[in-house]
């Protein structure tokens, strides 16, 4: 997973020359937990069954058999856009969500077709605005 901001349009449209499967899941206008499991339920198209917490992401990031395409691609990338201000709304939500997401890439790390996870943030013009963080957080604990 990338942890920091890069140009979100020439990595899609080069997963997508390679046949890979391609998301875009933006965190526009996300303040709290259960904004974001909508938003991740619209965007991704999770299945009826998604429980909408923590525990429920994380299965269907791992199980991804509700994918049309499960295993047609030849890659898998989820684009994260606009973070900044759910991170620094809600950091400890976030770093939860960082969480889940590195769990998910590591579990496919080793397999095909594989997932990968971008985050993508438009590049202030005069640095970070205030609580957010400069970069994703790096994980120290467990959700529970």
Do not use: I
Not at 48 to 63: C, T
Not at 90 to 99: A, D, G, I, K, L
Not at 130 to 137: E, F, I, N, T, W
Request: glycine share 10%; net charge negative; with cysteine.
């Amino acid at each position: 997973m990338t942890l920091h901001p890069q140009p979100l349009a020439p990595a899609l449209a080069a997963a997508e020359a390679a046949g890979w499967t391609t998301v875009r899941l933006d965190l526009d206008g996300v303040r709290g937990k259960a904004g974001l499991m909508r938003r991740c339920g619209e965007a991704l198209r999770l299945p009826e069954w998604f429980g909408g917490n923590w525990d429920a992401l994380a299965d269907v990031l791992q199980d991804l058999s509700w994918l049309p395409d499960a295993g047609a691609a030849a890659g898998r990338l989820v684009a994260v856009t606009s973070w900044s201000g759910y991170a620094g709304a809600r950091p400890s939500e976030w770093e939860t969500f960082v969480e889940v997401l590195e769990e998910a890439v590591d579990f496919w790390r080793e397999q095909e077709p594989g997932l990968t996870v971008v985050l993508a943030e438009p590049v202030p013009e005069r640095g970070p605005a205030a609580g957010v963080p400069s970069r994703a957080p790096r994980l120290r604990r467990r959700r529970g």
